[in-house]
Nanobody
Framework: QVQLVESGGGLVQAGGSLRLSCAASGRTFSTYAVGWFRQAPGKEREFVAAIGWGGAVTYYADSVKGRFTISRDNAKNTVYLQMNSLKSEDTAVYYC?????????????????WGQGTQVTVSS
């Protein structure tokens, strides 16, 4: 079992930056792919970024490519999402999730464990 806790969300002006963290319990976390997803009010949860267990493989949604960077520190059991040049359309609850059996992917159904989410609000 893996428990995930997201943090780092908040209110920021358009053009600003935030860094989200996803802290995990469980000694096998370093062997899992991790993804970030987001859900805006009235919309479906959508893929944002994913990272392989070693950190070398990353994958981004087109909407965030070039602005967001996913990284991980397995010694700290933590995955980060650095978000720059934020836009109002980035406003959402951001969730991290782990996938114990697949390479990093955008497929929601492949992720096993989910955090509770952290709110990101970008004011224009």
């Amino acid at each position: 079992q893996v428990q995930l806790v997201e943090s780092g969300g908040g209110l920021v002006q358009a053009g600003g930056s935030l860094r989200l963290s996803c802290a995990a319990s469980g000694r096998t976390f370093s062997t899992y792919a991790v993804g970030w997803f987001r859900q805006a009010p009235g919309k479906e949860r959508e893929f944002v970024a994913a990272i392989g267990w070693g950190g070398a493989v990353t994958y981004y949604a087109d909407s965030v490519k070039g602005r967001f960077t996913i990284s991980r520190d397995n010694a700290k059991n933590t995955v980060y999402l650095q978000m720059n040049s934020l836009k109002s359309e980035d406003t959402a609850v951001y969730y991290c999730a782990t996938d114990s059996t697949h390479p990093p992917s955008s497929r929601y159904g492949e992720y096993d464990y989910w955090g509770q989410g952290t709110q990101v609000t970008v004011s224009s």
